[in-house]
């Protein structure tokens, strides 16, 4: 099992370019997050999913969208990067089990000039 | 509100014991999980509580109070990597949505 694996790994963008983060879990799991990690403060949510076809708003929504076609992939994207969105991005998926840890991805550094 | 509070840096001896505080205020609980994440890398499990009291597994223990709404993480036996940040995080009721801290980190000196 390859685990939870986040596409690309590095990027920078110029601000008003658009991207998709893609995130791909190979552990069937229902639920899946996208969460962003800031010096000082813990990982916030962005969006998550608790099944396919299925996406809701965490708390730092805005400025990113997701979709979730595939139960095994949970993609985020940025329509008009902005520089507040320079982080470091974590996908985590878990099952819907309760008691179970967040499984996460390696994370993806996203720099926004 | 919801708001986690723990110790933004610490610092021990190779070969000692130090333990990390965590206080929280959630509105619903589902469980207390602690995490470490070195630098540059993905916070990996360590732990999880979700009844009062300690739970051991290796040289890690973590402790769980519900109503007091604080827990913590004792490392035993300090080795130079365990030199990470550690994050405390609790799962609200419904189990869908999980509140980090903002994380310890922990310098381990020789």
């Known amino acids: 099992n390859a685990g939870v694996t986040q596409t690309p790994k590095f990027r920078v963008l110029k601000t008003g370019q658009s991207m998709t983060l893609l995130c791909a879990q190979d552990m069937n799991h229902e639920y899946m997050y996208w969460y962003r990690q800031d010096p000082g403060m813990g990982l916030r949510l962005i969006h998550y999913?608790?099944?396919?076809?299925?996406?809701a708003k965490g708390e730092v929504p805005d400025g990113y969208n997701v979709s979730r076609l595939k139960k095994q992939n949970f993609l985020l994207g940025l329509e008009s990067a902005a520089p507040s969105q320079t982080s470091v991005y974590f996908c985590?998926?878990?099952?819907?089990?309760?008691?179970?840890?967040?499984?996460f991805g390696p994370g993806t550094r996203l720099l926004v000039l | 509100g919801q708001n986690i509070d723990q110790p933004t840096e610490m610092t021990a001896t190779e070969g000692a014991i130090v333990q990390i505080n965590c206080t929280y205020q959630?509105?619903?609980?589902?469980?207390l999980f602690w995490y470490q994440q070195h630098a540059g890398e993905a916070p990996t499990f360590l732990s999880y509580n979700v009844l009062d009291g300690l739970e051991e597994k290796g040289r890690f223990s973590s402790f769980l109070s519900r109503s007091k709404g604080y827990s913590y993480l004792l490392l035993k036996e300090l080795q130079m990597k365990d030199s990470a940040s550690y994050l405390c995080a609790v799962r609200r009721s419904g189990g869908f949505k999980t509140i980090f801290g903002a994380g310890t980190r922990l310098f381990v000196k020789a």
């Open positions: 985590a998926s878990t099952p819907r089990r309760g008691g179970e840890t967040q499984y």
């Open positions: 959630t509105s619903g609980f589902n469980g």
């Open positions: 999913s608790v099944g396919e076809g299925t996406t």
